[in-house]
T-cell receptor
């Protein structure tokens, strides 16, 4: 079935270090979305990637969508303590009301 | 504008009981999805409804059912509760099939 794999499961970094999480699907995605969930909170939408090879930036965050539309990455430059949380990718496999399938997430902790 | 609202926020039930969770989407959003999030895992897709019709169903047993009302609010019903049903149940709404999900704060269900 449709499945989205995400690695690593955990990442511990020193404040100021970079962070990357990777997402992979065995089948082609219509689009991919990224969400952040703070401890005790609910997932909050960050960005959507639709086009093959697309790269989008939000301040220190850089999102990429692979050429084959099967993989994606989120890179955070110079992490801050406010970046703490779990980052999820969610793959949309298409259809008129495409269902989003979430990865297991990467939990980021930042040591000041 | 109000976000997605879910009720109740917390619920404790006994094995074998039945539970009904409620969700009101953002005004103007006709699509509602339900997700189950077990501690430390990503949200698992349960159902999606659009214009009162079921448009998707995840890999959950028939004990799980849902419906959407004419005002686009939704209910998730779970029968014959098991200990493994303990989780955070998230409701999300969106405008179209490819737009971002807006999550509610969730209902924390504990089955004892």
């Amino acid at each position: 079935g449709q499945q989205v794999m995400q690695i690593p499961q955990y990442q511990h970094v020193q404040e100021g270090e970079d962070f990357t999480t990777y997402c992979n699907s065995s089948t082609t995605l219509s689009n991919i979305q990224w969400y952040k969930q703070r401890p005790g909170g609910h997932p909050v939408f960050l960005i959507q990637l639709v086009k093959s090879g697309e790269v989008k930036k939000q301040k220190r965050l850089t999102f990429q969508f692979g050429e084959a539309k099967k993989n994606s990455s989120l890179h955070i430059t110079a992490t801050q303590t406010t970046d703490v949380g779990t980052y999820f990718c969610a793959g949309n496999y298409g259809g008129s009301q495409g269902n989003l399938i979430f990865g297991k997430g990467t939990k980021l902790s930042v040591k000041p | 504008d109000a976000g997605v609202t879910q009720s109740p926020t917390h619920l404790i039930k006994t094995r074998g009981q039945h539970v009904t969770l409620r969700c009101s989407p953002i005004s103007g959003h006709k699509s509602v999805s339900w997700y189950q999030q077990v501690l430390g895992q990503g949200p698992q897709f349960i159902f999606q409804y659009y214009e009162k019709e079921e448009r998707g169903r995840g890999n959950f047993p028939d004990r799980f059912s849902a419906r959407q009302f004419p005002n686009y609010s939704s209910e998730l019903n779970v029968n014959a509760l098991l200990l493994g049903d303990s989780a955070l149940y998230l409701c999300a709404s969106r405008q179209t099939g490819n737009s971002p999900l807006h999550f509610g704060n969730g209902t924390r269900l504990t089955v004892t």
